[in-house]
């Protein structure tokens, strides 16, 4: 079955750019979605389709997708964007929504 | 705006049926869009669980899907979940959602409640 894997933590000083990475076997060919989880909240979506912004998302949170790596780039980090971080795609060979393990964004 | 609530027990026991409501407002799910469930262990990932139609039409999480049941109530604007033979590994916050894009190539969770958490415990 299809698996995503993204690393557990991601450490930034405030003002740097974090990266976020989730691996798949050729996820480029697929679409890749990012959802934002701050500490007892819902989780909210930041980027679809690999590198759409919802409205009300910040221009800092940017998304590619190109090989076996999909990318969510926080631009100008902040003490807010701490949160914990989930890639999602559609398996199609299962009819299946993946979510990646998730990532903890740790802003120094 | 879509505004999502969970309801349903917070407790269930081990072997029994957990089941929740999720009320839809500011959208009439007769309209369109499909709905779904996802949860959360506590201190873990997201899982997602299944989505449906309002027509009916359902895709379920493969690995649980002998034990799920997602159903539609257009006349109260609402879903349900139905998760039989509980044990204490489904214990988890419960999320309802409005899935966007293409359901069946590319969907997304648009819109969320704000969780309801079932513990299984006797």
């Known amino acids: 079955s299809y698996v995503l894997t993204q690393p557990p933590s991601v450490s930034v000083a405030p003002g740097k750019t974090a990266s976020i990475t989730c691996g798949g076997n050729n996820i480029g060919s697929k679409s890749v979605h990012w959802y934002q989880q701050k500490p007892g909240q819902a989780p909210v979506l930041v980027i679809y389709y690999d590198s759409d912004r919802p409205s009300g998302i910040p221009e800092r949170f940017s998304g590619s997708n190109s090989g076996n790596t999909a990318t969510l780039t926080i631009s100008r980090v902040e003490a807010g964007d701490e949160a914990d971080y989930y890639c999602?795609?559609?398996?199609?060979?299962?009819?299946?929504?993946?979510f990646g393990g998730g990532t903890k964004l740790t802003v120094l | 705006q879509v505004q999502l609530q969970e309801s349903g027990p917070g407790l269930v026991k081990p072997s029994e049926t957990l089941s929740l409501t999720c009320t839809v407002s500011?959208?009439?799910?007769?309209?369109?869009?499909?709905w779904g469930w996802i949860r959360q262990p506590p201190g873990k990932g997201l899982e997602w669980i299944g989505n449906i139609y309002h027509s009916g039409s359902t895709y379920y999480n493969p690995s649980l899907k002998s034990r799920v049941t997602i159903s539609a109530d257009t006349s109260k604007n609402q879903f349900s979940l139905k998760l039989s033979s509980v044990t204490a590994a489904d214990t988890a916050v419960y999320y309802c959602a409005r899935v966007g894009g293409v359901v069946t190539v590319t969907p997304t969770f648009d819109d969320w409640g704000q969780g309801t958490l079932v513990t299984v415990s006797s």
């Open positions: 500011g959208y009439s799910i007769s309209s369109g869009y499909y």
């Open positions: 999602q795609v559609w398996d199609s060979s299962s009819d299946h929504v993946l």
